[in-house]
T-cell receptor, first 115, second 115 residues
């Protein structure tokens, strides 16, 4: 069963548009972590953010912001004023409270930002 | 500080051949992981290690073996390669598995093709 669902397979926007990437996760644990990673066309995986289950405060980092809602098991990622360099595949992941550090990844959302 | 490095970057094998992928990290991380990434599938955990001399199976371990003889190195072996093992392989490491600093840092990946 899928543990992390990224329902949007592909999204295309024009530069300067705002875009939100959705992530819904499954867990029965009370303590767990959620992550977002970026995979640009060069292929490497870049860590963006970690959030633990007890911290529901939204986080903003420059043009990036994250909205964590336990009530809906969602951890959505918004890019404000998108740029061409934001074009990448974005993965949401969770450790589902694992004590062994295993990450469960969603299938990713391909974001294309057109000039 | 090179972070996580992988050798080789690309490899083509014939069915039945064997090979070893090498992962090295210079961050003194205790925990290391091997994932495979297939189109539309996200990343899936193959094997992982919670310390020198220890290994354990992940989500898709069949056809692979691993060894962690030194803390900084984690080797992934394919004894008899099959076309189904054509994939991009990522190694990752983390300082901890729960709590702060549990984000995983990834290597650049190895693209393996089995003919």
């Amino acid at each position: 069963a899928q543990k992390v669902t990224q329902a949007q397979t592909e999204i295309s926007v024009v530069e300067k548009e705002d875009v939100t990437l959705d992530c819904v996760y499954e867990t029965r644990d009370t303590t767990y972590y959620l992550f977002w990673y970026k995979q640009p066309p060069s292929g490497e995986l870049v860590f963006l953010i970690r959030r633990n289950s007890f911290d529901e405060q939204n986080e903003i980092s420059g043009r990036y912001s994250w909205n964590f809602q336990k009530s809906t098991s969602s951890f959505n990622f918004t890019i404000t004023a998108s740029q061409v360099v934001d074009s990448a595949v974005y993965f949401c992941a969770t450790d589902r409270g694992s004590t062994l550090g295993r990450l469960y990844f969603g299938r990713g959302t391909q974001l294309t930002v057109w000039p | 500080n090179a972070g996580v490095t992988q050798t080789p970057k690309f490899r083509v094998l014939k069915t039945g051949q064997s090979m070893t992928l090498l992962c090295a990290q210079d961050m003194n991380h205790e925990y290391m992981y091997w994932y495979r990434q297939d189109p539309g599938m996200g990343l899936r955990l193959i094997h992982y290690s919670v310390g020198e001399g220890t290994t354990a199976k992940g989500e898709v371990p069949d056809g692979y073996n691993v060894s962690r003889l030194k803390k900084q190195n984690f080797l992934l072996g394919l004894e008899s390669a099959a076309p189904s093992q054509t994939s991009v392989y990522f190694c990752a490491s983390s300082y901890s598995i729960s709590g702060p600093s549990n984000e995983q840092f990834f290597g650049p990946g190895t693209r393996l093709t089995v003919l």
